[in-house]
């Protein structure tokens, strides 16, 4: 039942009442339970939505923050009775989530982009707004745990490991860890949508998504095409003792390891 989930999680073992939380919803299961969960503890729940930057042309299509994905946060809000917000971070986002994934390919590198909107946009930028509006804390839907031990606060794997994201959060800092709740890390994945199925809310059966929230669901090639054609710089395939084998059509449409697509032959991989 409902009611039962108010004693499977507690925050550093207490029972937190009235404390000030803000939840960043993106539309999808996850935040959604995160947020009804808060609330069912006791706490004072806000919802806020980031609005991030997208393509010319293609405003509407980060998945993020689509149309769609903040009517379903905005119903959430609704359902269960907290205040929603849109935040805009179009700016902020594309200087310096979207340059450093640039910046990452001219360099060589596979960027790693939510690492970056992680320690930058969520737990920077975001949480900056939540405590300016006197909130303790700020949730998100991430699976992953938090334990205080030693007077620090220790980031823990979810208890479902098949969702875990602690990779993701590694980079967080105590500073940011001290304000942050993960309550769904503490349920399986098949048991947040039963959670969220209880507490009716129409995200129960959402899609999970994992493509890079402003490719729009295309092809990374794509857009840097688009965006800063001189990394897609032409060049010889040169195995390791000198001998050219092939060419290539710029080194950010490969990746380390790849063996299919590079139109060279050979009876080992390379």
């Not at 806000?46 to 393509?55: A, F, I, K, Q």
């Not at 205040?83 to 340059?99: G, L």
């Amino acid at each position: 039942s409902i009611l039962g989930y108010f004693f499977i999680w507690h925050y550093n073992d207490q029972v937190m009442t009235k404390q000030k939380v803000v939840v960043a919803m993106s539309g999808g299961v996850d935040s959604s339970v995160a947020a009804a969960l808060l609330k069912q503890q006791g706490y004072e729940v806000t919802g806020m939505m980031l609005r991030l930057w997208s393509e010319p042309g293609k405003e509407e299509s980060n998945r993020c923050c689509t149309p769609d994905a903040m009517a379903q946060a905005r119903r959430v809000a609704g359902i269960l009775d907290i205040p929603f917000y849109v935040i805009d971070a179009k700016d902020v986002f594309k200087e310096t989530v979207v340059q450093y994934f640039l910046d990452g390919y001219a360099r060589g590198e596979t960027p790693n982009p939510c690492l970056m909107c992680n320690r930058q946009i969520r737990w920077t930028f975001l949480l900056n707004h939540a405590l300016a509006l006197g909130a303790e804390f700020m949730a998100t839907g991430h699976y992953v745990r938090i334990k205080a031990e030693g007077g620090k606060q220790k980031l823990l794997r979810a208890i479902d490991h098949s969702k875990d994201q602690s990779y993701v959060l590694h980079v967080l800092k105590q500073h940011q860890l001290a304000h942050a709740l993960f309550s769904v890390g503490e349920f399986p994945k098949p048991e947040i949508r039963r959670i969220a199925a209880d507490f009716g809310l129409p995200t129960a059966s959402r899609a999970d998504s994992q493509d890079l929230c402003f490719l729009a669901g295309e092809d990374y090639r794509g857009f840097l095409q688009r965006n800063a054609a001189e990394i897609l710089q032409p060049g010889e395939i040169v195995t390791t003792s000198g001998k050219l084998i092939g060419k290539h059509d710029g080194l950010a449409n490969y990746t380390i390891g790849q063996r299919k697509g590079l139109g060279v032959a050979s009876p080992v991989p390379l």
